[in-house]
């Protein structure tokens, strides 16, 4: 896989992949997207109801999600199972390349970027009190979970590069994935997207999206 590091507009790293032409974050600003879109629109919301959540990212990527979700809830009341879902993951030189630690404000949180990349995958991993960690090698269309999770964070490739990751079929796997009452959250706001997530069952609402983005999604099983 051809990866180039590159700056993203807020200073965070991303990766480039040149053989999709497609970056793994926003170049708006990668830690800006991922608060707004993940930790604002899903776990903020999820949190009002629940203090005890269980967690499923498709598209692990390079543990940014991960590794701001378990900073934000460190030193709270919530409690959280992460389960992050990757079919081809970074490796430790270029988790090395990335700049994350130069955002951290105390040395744990460099430390816990450290722990959850140091994480063997297919474990679960306890990070710190209040998050555990399960890394899973697989590919999205192969997940059968059900009725498994409170929150999804949905940040695979766009359906411009992988249309086949933003199908009904997968949409219907990550319906099945979710609990009632659970929501899972995308940076996408595609119209086809939304189609799909409609005809599995989903009732999905457009909102403000992160820096330089109009709109994302945010989808809920009733």
């Known amino acids: 896989m051809a990866l180039k590091i590159i700056e993203t507009d807020d200073g965070s790293h991303s990766f480039y992949n040149e053989e999709l032409d497609e970056t793994y974050h926003s170049r ?48 709270s009341d919530v409690k959280i199972d992460y389960t992050g879902v990757e079919a081809f993951p970074l490796n430790a030189e270029q988790i090395e390349l990335l700049n994350y630690d130069g955002f ?24 710190h009190d209040n998050f555990s960690l399960l890394k899973r090698k697989q590919d999205f269309r192969e997940i059968e979970d059900e009725d498994g999770f409170d929150l999804i964070y949905f940040d695979a490739f766009g359906p411009r590069v992988q249309p086949d990751l933003w199908t009904v079929d997968i949409f219907s796997r990550m319906y099945k994935a979710l609990r009632r009452n659970g929501i899972l959250v995308t940076y996408s706001a595609k119209g086809d997207v939304r189609r799909a997530m409609i005809e599995v069952g989903f009732k999905v609402e457009r909102v403000d999206g992160p820096p330089g983005k109009r709109e994302m999604l945010v989808a809920k099983k009733e």
């Not at 879109?37 to 776990?43: D, N, R």
């Not at 949190?47 to 991960?66: M, P, V």
């Not at 951290?104 to 990070?127: L, N, P, V, Y």
């Open 104 to 127: 951290s404000k105390t040395e744990e949180e460099k430390d816990i970027f450290k722990r959850i990349h140091d994480a063997k995958w297919e474990e679960k991993i306890k990070i």
């Open 28 to 75: 708006h600003g990668a830690i800006q997207e991922a608060k707004h879109v993940f930790l604002k629109k899903g776990l903020d919301a999820i949190r009002e109801q629940k203090q005890h959540i269980d967690l499923l990212e498709i598209g692990f990527g390079t543990g940014l999600n991960a590794w701001l979700t378990s900073i934000k809830i460190m030193d």
